[in-house]
């Protein structure tokens, strides 16, 4: 599976953009799959944002975006998507999407396939 996040860029302070992540290869079971967003800024490690299950009934935030952000996936087209809204500085970072293979949907550990990563700068 080669998942490919796109739709970063630099926003102000108040913002929004909208990631999109889209699912290539062995994507029989992209629609059996939980999957993630995470993001590691500078220095830091990477962190958990937001996961949704297979059949986006359910779906999980950080308590730093929670409200702010929104998690998606359309299966037949074999998309995952987080809206971000109202962005902050410290929103800033490199934003990556992964399937999630059992476990904690909160552990990076845990997905065993990542996409390459897009950046988003917010300013101040």
């Known amino acids: 599976v080669q998942l490919q996040a796109s739709g970063g860029g630099v926003v102000q302070a108040g913002g929004s953009l909208r990631l999109s992540c889209a699912a290539s290869g062995r994507t029989v079971t992209f629609s059996s799959h939980v999957m993630g967003w995470f993001r590691q800024a500078p220095g830091k490690e990477r962190e958990f944002v937001a996961a949704?299950?297979?059949?986006?009934?359910?779906?999980y935030y950080a308590g730093s975006v929670k409200g702010r952000f929104t998690i998606s996936r359309d299966n037949a087209k074999k998309m995952a998507y987080l809206q971000m809204n109202s962005l902050k500085p410290e929103d800033t970072a490199v934003y990556y999407c992964?399937?999630?293979?059992?476990?904690?949907?909160?552990?990076?550990?845990?997905?065993?396939?990542w996409g390459q990563g897009t950046q988003v700068t917010v300013s101040s």
């Open positions: 949704i299950t297979w059949s986006g009934g359910s779906t």
């Open positions: 992964a399937q999630h293979n059992g476990g904690s949907y909160y552990f990076r550990t845990e997905y065993d396939y």
